[in-house]
């Protein structure tokens, strides 16, 4: 499996000014290719190196190397949209390969440049010196608030899958963020807390209006993505291990059409549009493949308004948006609760060597906080 690795470069000066001189031909070269790619259609990588390589070396003085990553980073881009023209910023990311990037060690990395190759001092934690040994060769230089990183691609170590003896449902939600079949709440209250005080910023700033304020913008966006991006990895944390902990597999809605699947009150609207499902998902997914915890997706159709006890699906069994009443049998629960029992019942189903083993989705008096 293959994960990034953050590693911050100290550089002085001149040293800077090279790589930011750099990175602006770089990202000048691809905008001139994607505008040639777009107009005449072409997302064809040999086509584009055989017709505009040697131009793009000579007009913009580029490495050999350097002009094929920005041939592939434009028909990477264009191909995911073909009805728009790819765009890069001034100082996007340059993609290095083993070809124009060399670890001299984990403290030193060597770069090429539009002046030749330079040597760069890394600044690095306990955690990345772990790993540096399943450094792939692989990284893209990033710029983030006057300092250079480069983002390496890393092995990261499997375990193998466990025999699960039980299933662990997770539901995804607005209120609760997730919710476990244990009856274990990940509550989005202090999500909405903060969600709210951003808006409200946002919309101050808005009106105002002045480049000082559009700046605080940009910077307050990045908290905003940043925080979402903690909470996920703290919340996909957690279900993993004490899915791995129990010795049971995960089970988990099928995302696919998330948000026009949902039916979302007006005042949820903002809520629902901003959090991030998609990123949750693949947190779960690739924590639980790292620790070797087994994963089932399920179909999510009526797992809100299904009874998991006398198995009656209506609508009216949610007579509210946090509750559930069975109108047959008179169950009560926590509705989000209710989502996550009726997935894990679903993937037990879906799994014979768990049914084998005689086990269902646990049915705990309570639900816990």
């Given amino acids: 499996m293959l994960q990034s690795l953050l590693i911050r470069l100290e550089t002085n000066d001149r040293e800077r000014e090279l790589l930011l001189k750099t990175m602006r031909q770089y990202n000048a070269a691809a905008n001139s290719l994607a505008e040639e790619a777009f107009e005449l259609k072409v997302a ?38 073909k009805s728009v023209k ?8 340059i993609q290095y390969d083993q070809r124009n990037l060399s670890w001299k060690g984990i403290d030193r990395v060597s770069l090429i440049t539009l002046e030749g190759r330079i040597k760069l001092s890394t600044r ?14 692989q990284a893209d230089l990033i710029y983030r608030k006057g300092v250079f990183y480069l983002v390496a691609v890393v092995d ?18 607005i209120e609760n963020i997730a919710t476990d079949s244990d009856g274990q709440v990940f509550s989005g209250k202090k999500v909405e807390a903060v969600r709210s005080r951003y808006n409200r910023l946002r919309s101050s700033l808005q009106q105002t209006g002045t480049k000082s304020a559009k700046r605080h913008l940009k910077k307050m966006s990045g908290r905003e993505r ?10 996909s944390k957690a279900i993993v291990s004490k899915a791995k902990g129990t010795t049971r597999a995960i089970a988990i809605e099928d995302l696919g059409g998330i948000r026009s699947r949902v039916t979302v009150w007006h005042g949820q609207r903002d809520r629902h ?36 006890e006398c198995h009656v699906v209506d609508k009216r069994n949610r007579p509210t948006r946090n509750d559930f009443e069975c109108i047959s049998c008179g169950y009560k629960e926590m509705a989000d ?33």
């Fill in 44 to 81: 064809n990588k040999y086509e584009l190196q055989k017709s505009f390589y040697r131009e793009i070396r000579e007009q913009f003085n580029l490495s050999a190397q350097f002009a094929i990553r920005v041939i592939s980073k434009v028909v990477e881009a264009y191909k995911r949209d």
């Fill in 86 to 93: 790819p765009s890069f910023k001034e100082l996007g990311a």
């Fill in 124 to 137: 690095i934690g306990d955690y990345q010196r772990a790993r540096a040994d399943r450094i792939r060769g």
């Fill in 156 to 173: 990261a170590p499997e375990e193998n899958e466990f025999e699960p003896r039980g299933m662990l449902g997770v539901d995804l939600g």
């Fill in 226 to 235: 940043r925080f979402k991006q903690d909470t996920n990895h703290v919340i």
């Fill in 273 to 308: 549009s901003k959090w991030a499902f998609r990123q949750l998902r693949e947190f779960i997914e690739y924590k639980a493949k790292r620790e070797g915890v087994p994963m089932s997706v399920v179909d999510p159709r009526n797992t809100s308004i299904e009874c998991p």
């Fill in 337 to 369: 609760y209710v989502g996550a029992r009726n997935i894990a019942a679903r993937a037990v189903a879906n799994q014979p060597i768990v049914a084998q083993l005689g086990v269902t989705s646990p049915h705990p008096s309570g639900v816990g906080s």
